[in-house]
Structures are given as structure tokens and as C-alpha cells.
């Protein structure tokens, strides 16, 4: 079980002059074997929520914590190993290693050429005509996306966040998108998204707003808020 135990994030802003909140006294525990899905209009801290769990940014004040264990000192590396494997809104790029590889280093397997053709099938790629190439700007966004999200895949791990997977992925393999998501049985899944589709797919979903709530509940109970006029001049717009 992953949980944010009033968690704080501020930055220093340099148009103000001060401290500018990010996030403020969070609590959340994120339900454990269950997908839920983060949402809230932008700019409302879902990307800084994903940093924080997986240690790309360390809490201003607050915890983190694992199944009990405080990971606020833990480092990326540290926190990957315990099993939290993270998928970024914007892929990263790696010059001069190919999919192939990264697939390995993610799979730490030595059957490279099956598990590397399986994840990528996974996410609607053809395997051979990606396996080679490189992780650079000669892919198109939706394909690094999808091979970012393979990795993830490939790496495992019993916590799995995404950071709006759905970004620059075509509408029509939407459904498959849901559909991997809802193959992830036994892990506790964490989606930052504003598509329906995902969300009525969730088991919960947490809704960050304007006033810096955070609001987490079964789809069943948020859904109708997203709904409501109240939530939409909060920002927590969904298409
Ligand atoms: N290093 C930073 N310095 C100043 N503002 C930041 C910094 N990082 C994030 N922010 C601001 O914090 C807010 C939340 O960012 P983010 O978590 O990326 O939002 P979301 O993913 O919900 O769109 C945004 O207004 C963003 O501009
Ligand atoms: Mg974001």
C-alpha cells in the first residue's frame, strides 16, 4: 500500500519572491491492487504527485510511505527496486540504444528477442519494425509514448504510475490502451488522465482541485462530480 501522509510540495518562485504551493497537507493511500486514476484541471499537481512517489522530487513536508516504510531518504534507484515502476507524460529519449535494448535492461531477461516482441505487441506495436530502432526524434510522439509504456510493462513492479498515458496515442487504440491497463491484476496502478474512457474504468479515482483537495473515492462516488458545474469551474474538465 502506497499513502501520502500530509504531504507538502512548494517551490521558490522567482516572479513573486515566494514560496509558491504546489501541493498541500495530501493525504492520500491509494488503494492497494486497484487502478486509480488522477485527475484535476492542469497545472493542479498530478505530474508533482507522480514525482513525488517515485522520488524525482522529494517532499517539501510530509511522507511517503510503502506498506508502512518511510521512502522520504529512498533515491529513484532505491524506491525502483522496491518494486515502483513509473511511465512519464513526456518520454524520455536515449540516444544510441535501441528498443531492443532498453526492453532487456527494463526485463532483465536473456530471452531478448521473444519478451521484447511481446511487449511491444502489448501496446500495439509491431515488433520487428521497432525492435532496432533507436530511442530518438525519428520516432513520432505516440510511438515513443507506446514504447515508454512497453518499458514499464517489461519492468513490473507491484507499484505502476502513469503520467497521462493517453498523450499523443490515437483515439482508436483507445480501447486497447484501457484494456492493457485493466490486464494489471495484482498491482496497485496509478493513471494521471482526463480521458473518460480511463476513467470509467478505474476502481477509484482521485480528484486534485484548485483549492488543493484531493479527493479520493470509487469511480462510482467521483464520477457524478466530475459531472457537476461546481467541478468543472474548479477546473477538473474531462473529454
Ligand atoms: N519547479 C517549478 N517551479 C515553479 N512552478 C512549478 C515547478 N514545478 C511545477 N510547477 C507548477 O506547479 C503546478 C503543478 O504542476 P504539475 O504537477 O506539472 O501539474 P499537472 O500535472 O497537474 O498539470 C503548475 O502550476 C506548475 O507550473
Ligand atoms: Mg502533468
Not at 6 to 29: A, M, P, Q, R, W
Not at 89 to 112: E, I, M
Not at 197 to 225: F, N, Q, V, W
Amino acid at each position: 500500500m502506497i499513502e501520502l501522509k500530509n504531504v507538502s510540495y512548494s517551490v521558490f518562485d522567482k516572479d513573486t519572491g515566494k514560496n509558491k504551493e504546489i501541493l498541500k497537507n495530501i493525504n492520500v493511500v491509494f488503494p492497494k491492487n486497484k487502478v486509480t486514476v488522477i485527475t484535476g484541471h492542469n497545472g493542479s499537481g498530478k505530474s508533482t504527485m507522480i514525482k513525488l512517489l517515485m522520488g524525482v522530487l522529494r517532499a517539501t513536508s510530509g511522507e511517503i510511505l510503502l506498506d508502512g516504510k518511510n521512502l522520504n531518504e529512498m533515491s529513484i534507484d532505491q524506491r525502483a527496486k522496491m518494486g515502483i515502476t513509473v511511465a512519464f507524460q513526456n518520454p524520455v529519449r536515449f540516444k544510441g540504444l535501441t528498443v531492443r535494448d532498453l526492453l532487456n535492461l527494463a526485463s532483465k531477461s536473456k530471452n531478448s528477442v521473444v519478451d521484447a516482441c511481446e511487449f511491444l505487441a502489448k501496446v500495439g506495436l509491431c515488433a520487428k519494425d521497432y525492435v532496432d530502432r533507436e530511442l530518438d526524434d525519428s520516432l513520432s510522439g505516440g510511438e515513443l509514448k507506446r514504447i515508454e509504456l512497453a518499458i514499464a510493462l517489461a519492468k513490473g513492479g507491484d507499484v505502476m504510475l502513469f503520467d497521462e498515458p493517453e498523450a499523443g496515442i490515437d483515439l482508436w487504440s483507445f480501447d486497447a490502451l484501457v484494456g492493457l491497463f485493466k490486464e494489471l491484476k495484482n498491482k496497485t496502478v496509478i493513471i494521471v488522465s482526463h480521458q473518460r474512457k480511463l476513467l470509467e474504468s478505474a476502481d477509484y479515482i482521485l480528484l486534485l482541485d484548485t483549492k488543493k483537495d484531493a479527493i479520493l473515492g470509487r469511480r462510482k462516488d467521483i464520477l457524478p462530480l466530475l459531472d457537476s458545474p461546481k467541478c468543472r469551474k474548479l477546473g477538473g474538465q474531462i473529454i
